[in-house]
């Protein structure tokens, strides 16, 4: 099973042995010297599960991953300890913190691939059942619709008036010309399959492109954004 991983580590000799190792069984490995750079690549990629040291410089592995718990984004994202600090109060004190796994070092590189391939088929399986109980595409489609229908009564829907666009509620929101075309087609009704299909990218990456418009508008779900983006003029 492949995946996007983040291995956090300020140990030179053990980040590369440990990035060399799942890179051979597959994953692909971004690697961080310590928290705060963690933390920065954490926004560039987000990857589908972190690998981290506790005992860093600066920020410790447990402050890290409060800072990532405490993010929208990455309360559910799989976070693997792996860490020379190996006695029952801290394996308790690491779970108690929100970790999903203890690796005490020195380890077996190959438990800790069957540790990561077992969080990602579960966090993949937990994927599944939350798209099972997402609304289908004529559903998301006839509450857009609703919504369109009342600000337009409401007179806050922006309305094209002799090629001159006008609103009530403007609004200046940088977004990349990707994450406009994901926002113009969930404000059509679409849900992420078939986003990806329309921009010929895959799922994951429209995911990473609604979270991206939730975080940039204030929002947490795909009805709020919608509202947001017509009332604001975000889309037409």
């Known amino acids: 099973m492949s995946g996007q991983l983040l291995l956090v580590d300020d140990e030179p000799a053990l980040r590369q042995a440990v990035q060399l190792y799942l890179t051979d069984s597959g ?16 926004q ?4 589908d599960l972190v690998i981290t040291d506790i005992m860093m410089p600066q920020v410790d592995g447990h402050q890290f991953l409060k800072q990532m718990r405490e993010d929208p984004r990455f309360k559910t994202l799989p976070v693997v300890f792996l860490t020379a600090r190996g006695m029952t109060s801290d394996r308790i004190q690491g779970y108690q913190s929100g970790c999903d796994a203890y690796i005490s070092k020195p380890f077996d590189p190959d438990e800790l691939v069957a540790i990561v391939q077992n969080l990602l088929k579960r966090q993949a399986a ?3 059942a939350e798209d099972s109980e997402v609304p289908d595409i004529a559903d998301m489609a006839r509450q857009i619709a609703e919504i369109r229908a009342m600000l337009t009564q409401r007179g806050t829907l922006p309305l094209t008036t002799g090629g001159m666009m ?3 509620a ?3 929101i940088e977004f990349t010309p990707r994450e406009q075309s994901v ?8 849900m992420n399959k078939e986003i990806a299909r329309r921009l010929n990218t895959s799922v994951r990456n429209v995911e990473k492109y609604v979270s991206r418009l939730f975080t940039k508008t204030g929002t947490n779900s795909r009805t709020e954004l919608v509202r947001y983006a017509l009332e604001h003029g975000l889309v037409n």
């Open 183 to 190: 926002l113009d087609l969930v404000a059509e009704g679409l």
């Open 170 to 172: 403007p609004i200046q």
């Open 166 to 168: 006008k609103t009530l």
């Open 44 to 47: 560039q990629s987000q990857p």
């Open 126 to 128: 937990n994927k599944a």
């Open 27 to 42: 994953f692909e490995v971004s690697v961080a010297s310590n928290a705060r750079e963690g933390w920065d690549l954490l």
